[in-house]
């Protein structure tokens, strides 16, 4: 079973730059999340989605993040404009569906350097 | 909201000493999930406990639950340096998960 795709790996930007990442999860999960991981502290959710729907996005800052997931499949999250606090890695994850069974699949990670 | 709270933050032991985390939080905990994060790498589930007082194993690990559903213990018995990591609890509650800070589990040289 093929995991979770996130692309690209690493980015190096510079501040007030935009920026896209790409997650492809684990083939029929409906629930994707997007985090973000700042060196030494734990994944912090930005975003979940319910297929094309989002179920949480309370801590996703609005005013500069935006992320979608059109045919309820692939999704991506992009930032614009760029601050140097938003290095961290960017982690997506997938489970089956919403459900207190199930769990995540996390990709690799896209990790964000803003400089 | 719901806050998950794990300590200690870092823990160092020698090879072969055991290492515990603990995970708790003010309100019900509804399933606890735990997590590895290996240094550069992803979290990866470990294991899910649904019951009041559920005591799980996996080899060396031994998950545990609390009767009052408010705390859960992770503890490794005879660590080896493949156990070095981040052990993230996460509650899965609301078909959300509320993380825990981690706990960096360090084996000194």
């Known amino acids: 079973e093929a995991g979770v795709a996130q692309s690209p790996r690493y980015k190096i930007i510079e501040k007030r730059q935009s920026v896209a990442f790409w997650c492809n999860p684990i083939s029929g999960h409906a629930t994707l999340y997007w985090y973000q991981q700042i060196l030494g502290q734990g994944p912090k959710l930005l975003i979940q989605f319910q297929n094309n729907g989002v179920v949480d996005d309370s801590q996703l800052p609005k005013d500069r993040f935006s992320a979608e997931r059109l045919k309820g499949v692939d999704s991506t999250l992009k930032i614009q404009p760029a601050k140097l606090e938003d290095s961290a890695v960017y982690l997506c994850?997938?489970?089956?569906?919403?459900?207190?069974?199930?769990?995540?699949?996390f990709g690799q990670g896209t990790r964000l350097t803003v400089v | 909201g719901q806050q998950v709270m794990q300590i200690p933050q870092y823990q160092h032991v020698q090879e072969g000493e055991d290492f515990t985390t603990y995970c708790n939080s003010s309100t019900t905990l509804s399933n606890i999930q735990w997590y590895k994060q290996r240094p550069g790498g992803h979290p990866v589930f470990l294991i899910q406990l649904v019951k009041s007082g559920e005591v799980k194993k996996q080899k060396r690990l031994t998950f545990q639950f609390g009767e009052a559903k408010k705390n859960s213990s992770l503890h490794i018995t005879a660590t080896q340096t493949t156990d070095v990591g981040t052990y993230f609890c996460?509650?899965?509650?609301?078909?959300?998960?509320?993380w825990g800070a981690g706990t960096k589990l360090i084996i000194k040289p």
């Open positions: 996460a509650d899965n509650s609301n078909y959300q998960l509320i």
């Open positions: 994850a997938s489970s089956q569906e919403q459900g207190w069974d199930t769990e995540a699949f």
